[in-house]
């Protein structure tokens, strides 16, 4: 049974940091590629990020660059996602998915492993 785990959210000031964890079993954590994604309310489900399996590339969206870095730690069947310089419009659930492929477009079709998310509340 696939399991996958997300944890760290929570209640930070905007210009604040967060970092996001998710912990995956059931699968060969080390073959697939791992994505963040979010999820407003009201709004559609978007991808943020993802990594290839091996972490040599890594995408992200427009509105994050420069702000969260993805990475990766195979040993532990787990990743991360650090969020810096958060904006209000950042506040979301976020959840974590493992996937077949990561590509520029961090699309959600490519990602058949979801997590039950972990929200992201930034106050002004």
């Known amino acids: 049974q696939v399991q996958v785990v997300e944890s760290g959210g929570g209640l930070v000031q905007a210009g604040g940091s967060l970092r996001l964890s998710c912990t995956v079993s059931g699968i060969m954590f080390e073959n697939y590629a791992m994505g963040w994604f979010r999820q407003a309310p009201g709004k559609e489900r978007e991808g943020i990020s993802c990594?290839?399996?091996?972490?040599?590339?890594?995408y992200y969206r427009d509105s994050v660059k420069g702000r969260f870095t993805i990475s990766r730690d195979n040993a532990k069947n787990t990743h991360y996602l650090q969020m810096n310089s958060l904006k209000l419009e950042d506040m979301a659930m976020y959840y974590c998915?493992?996937?077949?492929?990561?590509?520029?477009?961090?699309?959600?079709?490519?990602?058949?492993?979801w997590g039950q998310g972990t929200q992201v509340t930034v106050s002004s």
């Open positions: 990594i290839t399996w091996n972490g040599q590339f890594t």
């Open positions: 998915a493992a996937g077949n492929q990561c590509t520029r477009s961090v699309a959600l079709r490519d990602f058949g492993y």
